[in-house]
């Protein structure tokens, strides 16, 4: 049973004059949201994570096992109805996992045969739930990590097999240098590096002689573990002075629980590897004039130290954008999805992708030669754990990447809607809109009334909003609501609350908003989770749960069964919702 079902009254021409109303009454950025709450309307999404869900924890003769899950008919018919008895109205399925490899059968794609060291067994596990989930009357909408087509960790995936594919990262390395040119490769907070290269603190960061479990050499994170005192050997650290000379090399050992802190205008090097303890033993001198060098490159990410764990492609490369379109089409007209999903529809950072192909297609956005590549753009500051420099092209590289992931969510959306006119595109994407641009990203409407420094005239234009049927802005924070981070001296901005009123100001009711919440920020806590999902439904249309791996493993599904139990259906699929609400809002800001 569903509370809402749709009759022909809903299409655009009746529900305009009931949205026109609404509209007059309201800022553009809540329409959406009372549009939706007029019809009894509600999204409630749970994210299916590809990998985290191929087994899960179970009792086997009095020992706990772990036992496949999504790749079982009965395990996927499990998930549906517990989805069905917890108003749960559609499940995001990950059928293309960071590595490339997919969980559906294609022609094309290489499957996820194994994970972790187990084998995957040969199951079309978007098959399943499309089957399971439609005889009960909910959704199934595909997703696809759009970009990522390799995993770092274990080195697998498309961009593996095509190393062209891979976007290229501005890398950087700095290294200790002594008189005699010996040279120790060292990281600074803040920049690209190998985590395991002996860190530079900044001026008064800590070293101490007791760090907790798992954390030597810095500070606590919160965690609630106890100090682990630091061996004799197990951790050295190098000063420098503000002349440019080794002023000290003291070992964390012999510092009897003193803190050790950087200097304020020296540095600290702090080390834990064998290696580079030696080095620093033969080759480091108290008093001896050393110098911080820095050696910078274009790598591929598969290479790049930056980016841990996706291998990102290059958006502007025509194989790679012929391939996912390819993905895209297959998935549409070989299976009987609701809709298609986007995530990691994007750049990894900041400093990719610096590629051939988007330097030629750069160039001919701003009509000019770039003359220092990509240093024009953006460069490493000599001063270690000193800001990024920013070119005289900075700006407008926001706008071109921006424009460029436009640009391949339109392909997307033009790919699909042949296949299936209509068919709703959705996209997972990061709440935090005034930052978002390191990713190259603008998921919100050109009509959008927010600004900040580093827009250009032209950037609102670069937003993908109205592309969408809907976007999940992954509000990711453990505090709810403002009120509940003033009482607690917290940030306001790191609330979920924030975040939604942010995510409704950046779209203006573009498309719909349905904020994606983090099921481990409330482990042990069930009921913040409800909290948290009422909470971003309140000033939006719906809400997603990532993920179910942690549903299953905190044993909450009795809480979501007690919390909703009416079944709304999804505000973006009601027939012509979405287009009246776009024209109200045209209507309202029209002089």
Not at 234 to 248: I, P, T
Not at 249 to 266: F, M, N, T, W
Not at 335 to 346: A, S
Request: hydrophobic share 40%; charged share 20%; glycine share 8%.
């Amino acid at each position: 049973m569903r509370l809402l079902r749709i009759s022909p009254l809903c299409y655009c021409g009746v529900l305009l004059p009931l949205i026109q109303p609404v509209a007059h009454a309201q800022a553009a950025g809540r329409l959406a949201h009372r549009m939706s709450l007029l019809l009894g309307a509600q999204a409630r999404m749970l994210w299916i994570d590809g990998t985290a869900n191929l087994t899960r924890p179970e009792l086997v003769n009095g020992k706990t096992e772990l036992v496949p899950y999504t790749t079982t008919v009965a395990g996927v018919q499990n998930i549906v109805q517990h989805c069905l008895s917890s108003g749960i109205n559609t499940i995001i399925l990950d059928v293309k996992p960071i590595s490339g490899q997919v969980l559906y059968h294609s022609a094309f794609a290489p499957r996820l045969a194994s994970w972790e060291g187990h084998n995957v067994p040969d199951f079309d596990v978007l098959a399943a739930f499309i089957t399971a989930a439609h005889k009960v009357g909910i959704q199934v909408d595909a997703d696809v990590n759009l970009l990522s087509e390799g995993h770092k960790y274990f080195q697998v995936g498309p961009a593996y097999q095509h190393p062209s594919w891979q976007s290229i990262t501005y890398s950087m390395e700095r290294g200790l240098v002594t008189p005699a040119g010996n040279r120790l490769a060292i990281r600074a907070e803040g920049e690209p590096g190998n985590d395991a290269l002996p860190e530079l603190l900044a001026s008064g960061d800590d070293v101490r002689s007791e760090a907790p479990s798992g954390m030597v050499g810095l500070e606590s994170t919160g965690d609630e573990k106890l100090p682990q005192s630091t061996s004799v050997g197990e951790q050295l650290n190098v000063e420098v002075n503000d002349a440019g000379q080794v002023s000290g090399i003291v070992d964390s050992g012999l510092l009897d629980g003193v803190p050790l802190s950087a200097p304020e205008h020296g540095t600290l090097l702090t080390m834990h590897r064998d290696e580079d303890k030696r080095w620093v033993q033969q080759d480091l001198y108290p008093g001896e004039p050393v110098r911080y060098d820095m050696r910078t490159s274009l790598l591929p990410v598969a290479d790049a130290p930056g980016e841990k764990v996706a291998c990102f492609v290059d958006p502007l490369n025509p194989e790679v954008r012929q391939y996912e379109l390819n993905m895209v089409h297959e998935i549409a007209a070989n299976y009987d999805i609701d809709g298609l999903v986007l995530d990691r529809c994007r750049y990894a950072d900041l400093l990719n992708d610096f590629s051939d192909a988007e330097r030629h297609a750069f160039e001919q956005y701003i009509g000019a030669p770039v003359s220092r590549w990509p240093q024009d753009i953006i460069q490493f500051p000599s001063r270690p754990g000193a800001s990024m420099i920013r070119g005289p092209l900075f700006d407008k590289w926001l706008e071109f990447r921006a424009r460029t992931i436009q640009d391949m969510v339109a392909d997307v959306a033009n790919t699909l809607h042949q296949v299936k006119p209509g068919l709703p595109l959705g996209a997972y994407v990061g709440s935090w809109y005034p930052g978002y641009y390191v990713v190259g990203v603008n998921w919100g409407s050109p009509d959008t009334k927010l600004r900040f420094s580093w827009f250009t005239p032209n950037y609102p234009s670069t937003g993908y909003a109205e592309t969408t049927s809907w976007l999940s802005p992954g509000c990711y924070y453990p505090t709810i609501t403002m009120n509940e981070a003033r009482r607690l001296g917290k940030d306001e901005q790191s609330t979920v609350e924030y975040n939604v009123q942010i995510a409704n100001r950046a779209v203006d009711s573009g498309t719909m908003i349905y904020p994606g919440l983090y099921v481990p920020f409330y482990e042990g806590h069930p009921h913040r989770l409800i909290s948290a999902l009422q909470e971003a439904s309140r000033s939006s249309e719906g809400w997603m749960i990532f993920d179910l791996s942690y549903l299953t493993a905190y044993h909450w599904w009795p809480y979501l069964q007690q919390a909703f139990t009416d079944h709304p259906v999804a505000p973006h699929t009601i027939p012509g919702l979405l287009t009246a609400i776009r024209s109200a809002r045209s209507r309202e800001q029209t002089p």
